[in-house]
C-alpha cells in the first residue's frame, strides 16, 4: 500500500524558506518510471503542480517558480525535500506531494499540509 | 504551457442525474488526461487516467472519453458522495497543468 505525508512548517514569514518534507511509503525511488511530484492550492483555489523528481534524479520545476525551487530525494529515507525560497504571502496554501508512474500519472497523493506566510 | 479549459465552472445536479463535465486542451495532448474529484479538506482522488481507463476501486459509474483536444468525464448516476470539485490534469508535457474545476452540488 503506498502511503505518503508532508510535514513542515504551518508558518513562515515574508522573505523566508520553505522546506517541506515527503515522506512516503509502499515504493522505492529507484524503481525504473517511479516519480514523486509536488503541488499546491491556494485556498479556494485550483490545483496547481510545483515540481517532479524521477527516479533516476531527473528533476523538473514549474516554468513560474524555477528560480525559487529545489527538489532533493534521499532514497535510503523514502523522502523527497522541496524547498521554496522568498515565501511571500502569495505562497499561502496547502502543499502536497504525491506518486507518479508513467501509467497512471500521479495517482496517490498525501494529505496536504498547509502553510501560512505571515509574520 | 499547455492550457486547460474546463466547463462548467459549477452545476447543480440531484442524485440518480448524469453529469458531464468538459475539459479542452489547447494543444493536441493525445490521450494524456487523468480526472480527479477532491472533497473539502481533502487530497485529490485519482478517477481516470489516459483519458478513459478506470483507476482501481474507482466506482464504474465513473467514465471518460475523448483524445487530442476534447475530453469529458461522466458519471452516469450521481450518488450523494459524488458532490466534490472535479479537475482534469494534462500530464503529455511539461509543466503538467490542470483544469480550474468544476463543483458539482446538490440541487
Known amino acids: 500500500q503506498i502511503t505518503l505525508k508532508e510535514s513542515g512548517p504551518t508558518v513562515v514569514k515574508p522573505t523566508q524558506t520553505l522546506t517541506l518534507t515527503c515522506t512516503f511509503s509502499?515504493?522505492?525511488?529507484?524503481?525504473?518510471?517511479?516519480?514523486v511530484g509536488w503541488f499546491r492550492q491556494p485556498p479556494g483555489k485550483a490545483l496547481e503542480w510545483l515540481a517532479l523528481?524521477?527516479?533516476?534524479?531527473?528533476?523538473r520545476y514549474s516554468p513560474s517558480l524555477n528560480d525559487r525551487l529545489t527538489l532533493a530525494k534521499d532514497t535510503s529515507k523514502n523522502q523527497v525535500v522541496l524547498t521554496m525560497t522568498n515565501m511571500d504571502p502569495a505562497d499561502i496554501a496547502t502543499y502536497y506531494c504525491?506518486?507518479?508512474?508513467?501509467?497512471?500519472?500521479?495517482?496517490?497523493w498525501g494529505q496536504g499540509t498547509l502553510v501560512t506566510v505571515s509574520s | 504551457a499547455i492550457q486547460m479549459t474546463q466547463s462548467p465552472s459549477s452545476l447543480s445536479a440531484s442524485v440518480g442525474d448524469r453529469v458531464t463535465i468538459t475539459c479542452r486542451a489547447s494543444?493536441?495532448?493525445?490521450?494524456?488526461l487523468a480526472w480527479y474529484h477532491q472533497k473539502p479538506g481533502k487530497a485529490p482522488n485519482l478517477l481516470i487516467y489516459?483519458?478513459?481507463s478506470l483507476q482501481n476501486g474507482v466506482p464504474s459509474r465513473f467514465s471518460g472519453s475523448g483524445s487530442g483536444t476534447d475530453f469529458t468525464l461522466t458519471i452516469s448516476s450521481l450518488q450523494p458522495e459524488d458532490f466534490a470539485t472535479y479537475y482534469c490534469?494534462?500530464?503529455?508535457?511539461?509543466?503538467?497543468?490542470f483544469g480550474q474545476g468544476t463543483k458539482v452540488e446538490i440541487k
Open positions: 489516459a483519458a478513459s
Open positions: 494543444q493536441d495532448i493525445r490521450n494524456d
Open positions: 523528481v524521477f527516479w533516476d534524479d531527473d528533476k
Open positions: 509502499g515504493f522505492s525511488l529507484t524503481t525504473p518510471g517511479v516519480g
Open positions: 490534469l494534462q500530464d503529455n508535457s511539461f509543466p503538467p497543468t
Open positions: 504525491a506518486h507518479s508512474n508513467p501509467t497512471t500519472c500521479f495517482d496517490i
